[in-house]
């Protein structure tokens, strides 16, 4: 089956980030997502899920565990199930990645 972002199921986050649902199981997720300049999320984990970003365009910043790592276009990075984590856009344009998580990681969020 063909996928696009065109296709795929939008929904806006975090004020003023997008995501589009490329895959959509119970235990698969593709997502790809875009944080403006300076936009990000707040520290989180999944007790199940495990999650693989892969930077399309920007630089991304990932805390993990108290721990920041710097990841650019054509670089990955990955957060085990239980791992204090979040991602920021500490650049000038807009941060593109896609997230791969499995299982599905909505329904597997806590807030910290």
Known sequence: MKVTKE???????????????????????VIEERIPPDGGEVLHFHERAQQFFYILAGVAAFETDGVETVVSAGEGYYVRPGARHRIRNPGKEDLQFLVVSQPRSHGDRINV
């Not at 296709?7 to 997720?29: A, F, K, M, P, Q």
Request: net charge negative; with cysteine; glycine share 22%.
């Open 7 to 29: 296709t795929g199921r939008h929904y806006i986050w975090g004020g003023g980030c997008d995501g589009w649902h490329l895959v959509e199981t119970e235990s698969l997720s």
